[in-house]
């Protein structure tokens, strides 16, 4: 099961949004805990889960709600089954964080904006990078911005790190992608994650200098 579906079944189980995140953890392979001012619970579980069927699920489900004796056994039973050798799969790459550019400093950034527009409850890390995805000018938020919603990090486009990009822009940039973290768990209807809701272009409608950053963001896309 993708960690997407595995998120989206864990939610529906539990009738509330979550955040998912997948560990390599062998002393603690399901935590949670709701960080102080969150209404948001942040599930850790190991990534031997996404292989659970939904019995399990469902008792990691009740663990969320309130652990009971016959969840932990459960659990405690899919724990024992899982394969020693998944322990030792790494959960993912290391993730390389290079936030301190030539021009503009994104963690610095990033925390004003959070002062700023945001709780404090907002926690998302900052790198400069490329997302991988091919170039596409009519999708901003793709080419010079991205959010990763598993690792709650933000990738920002090195082309941004120059002395022509103004600086309000690159905050536009990263504020945006805040927005995303923000309303990462806004759904429709069949529970696909939604983008830029009326919410989102409301919001980001609300930032200092928006008329000019989508001026220059058209004047750069052209340019580049
Ligand atoms: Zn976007």
């Not at 004796?69 to 290079?98: D, G, K, N, Y």
């Not at 945006?176 to 309303?183: D, N, Q, Y």
Request: hydrophobic letters at 40%; proline letters at 5%.
């Amino acid at each position: 099961m993708s960690a997407e579906s595995f998120q989206r079944r864990l939610e529906e189980l539990v009738g509330a949004p979550l955040i998912l995140r997948l560990n390599c953890n062998t002393s603690q392979v399901l935590s949670v805990k709701t960080p102080a001012g969150s209404s948001l619970p942040i599930v850790s579980v190991h990534r031997a889960f996404l292989q659970a069927d939904d019995k399990v699920l469902r008792a990691v489900a009740q663990f969320i709600r309130q652990p009971t004796p016959h969840c932990r056994r459960v659990l405690r039973q899919f724990i024992a089954s899982i394969p020693h050798e998944e322990f030792r799969q790494p959960a993912r790459q290391t993730l390389r964080l290079c936030s301190r550019g030539r021009y503009y400093d994104l963690d610095q950034i990033l925390r004003d904006l959070i002062n700023t527009f945001f709780s404090a409850e907002l926690s998302v890390a900052i790198t400069w990078g490329r997302n991988g995805k091919p170039l596409c000018r009519r999708r901003r938020h793709i080419q010079l911005g991205s959010y990763n919603h598993h690792q709650r990090v933000i990738r920002i486009h090195p082309m941004l790190d120059s002395p022509h990009v103004p600086e309000y822009f690159v905050r536009f940039v990263v504020y945006h992608e805040l927005l995303h973290a923000k309303l990462d768990s806004q759904r429709d209807a069949s529970g696909r994650r939604q983008l830029h809701t009326r919410t989102f272009r409301l919001l980001e409608r609300r930032f200092p200098h928006y008329k000019e950053a989508v001026a220059f963001e058209r004047e750069f896309l052209k340019s580049i």
